[in-house]
């Protein structure tokens, strides 16, 4: 992302917000057909995360509390109108096999072919750890090249009950949303064009000012 140049926007409000950048009039200048295609760059492609799916959850108490952290995730998904939930389905060759939630983190063409068997953008683990010095959660985002790109932590010595842990979960999510690289995405780009998905539901208003890579 550092090595794409930010450009300064204008908003013009829409069901989706389209702008228009000072500099790509002189990029035409000697071109007849200035704007002859509409992509999304690879970076575009790879942080366009529209699906997740939740993987299943692990703690180091007989399960304790995975069923209930599985279920806010998916439920906190299901609510959250940026993204969809995808429905998990393993690799053909890995139904019925148990597998460690570090897999995830361990093994990035595992965490790949889940998410392409999946048909998901992206990848949501949970892994829950209860010791003397109290519980530990962690919560990772996997991208496409089953890469993670963002995780929140959150540990305690005195939270055991699971509607505690499910409160901390819901927060620990919101913080990972805050800390993706972007408030929202680029849906497409048409030469001088750029239609990102933020509205007036996200509390945008005609001549905001936003930063685009």
């Known amino acids: 992302m550092n090595s794409h140049i930010k450009k300064i926007l204008i ?12 500099w790509a009039s002189e990029a035409a200048i ?3 057909n200035p704007y002859p295609i509409n992509y999304r760059s690879d970076i575009d492609k790879l942080l366009n995360l529209k699906s997740v799916v939740v993987v299943p ?3 180091n108490v007989g399960g304790v509390y995975k069923a209930a952290a599985e279920k806010k995730l998916n439920d906190l998904i299901v609510d959250d109108h940026f993204w969809s939930l ?9 139904n019925g096999k148990k597998f460690r939630a570090d897999w995830f983190e361990e093994k990035s063409d595992f965490t790949q072919k889940v998410m392409a068997n999946s048909q998901a953008d992206s990848l949501l683990s949970i ?3 209860k010791s003397s010095s109290g519980i530990n959660i ?3 985002l996997y991208i ?15 939270t055991f009950e699971i509607s505690k842990v499910n409160e901390i ?23 001088n064009m750029v239609t990102i998905n933020l509205g007036q539901k996200n509390g945008l208003k005609q001549n905001d000012k936003l930063s685009v890579a």
């Open 11 to 22: 908003v013009v409000m829409s069901p989706f917000i389209f702008f228009t950048t000072s």
């Open 30 to 32: 000697g071109n007849k």
């Open 57 to 59: 959850a692990y703690d």
């Open 86 to 94: 995808a429905e998990l389905k393993l690799p053909a060759d890995e």
């Open 127 to 129: 892994i829950i750890t």
């Open 138 to 140: 962690n919560l990772v």
């Open 144 to 158: 496409k090249d089953g890469s993670p790109l963002v995780s929140v932590n959150y540990q305690d010595e005195k």
């Open 169 to 191: 979960i819901a927060d620990l999510y919101f913080k990972l949303k805050q800390k993706l690289p972007y408030n929202g995405l680029i849906v497409s780009r048409t030469g």
